[in-house]
């Protein structure tokens, strides 16, 4: 199987917050392959109507809003950065990319279809 680097940080993710809550990476019944099946991955997209007021994983507050494409530098786009209201997320855009990110955890989280 061939997973892309969002997929790959998505399992990540389950990953440790299976051990944080088990105490074990195989704990539970589950093998560590099943945690990289496509449709597992495909499960953790946490889709939302709008931006989360603070994250529901870890409680955190900013949600940070992340920019795709060829962002330029700015002053402003710097302070934000700081403040984690922005995260950069790449250059690559396509349809179902995450909008929003956790600043502390990074849990990613999709707009509603």
Do not use: H
């Not at 997929?7 to 093998?31: D, H, N, P």
């Not at 997209?45 to 700015?74: H, M, N, Q, W």
């Amino acid at each position: 199987m061939n997973f892309t680097d969002e997929q790959l940080e998505l399992a990540y993710i389950e990953l440790l917050e299976k051990i944080y809550r088990t105490g074990s990476v195989l704990g539970g019944g589950r093998m560590k392959d099943d945690l990289l099946s496509e449709e597992n991955i495909a499960s953790e997209k946490i889709r939302v109507e709008s931006k989360p007021e603070k994250c529901p994983v870890c409680g955190f507050s900013p949600v940070a809003t992340i920019l795709y494409g060829d962002i330029g530098y700015s002053p402003q786009l710097s302070e934000q950065m700081e403040k984690r209201e922005v995260v950069l997320g790449g250059c690559s855009i396509y349809p179902d990319k995450p909008r929003w990110q956790c600043s502390k955890c990074g849990t990613k989280f999709y707009r509603v279809r």
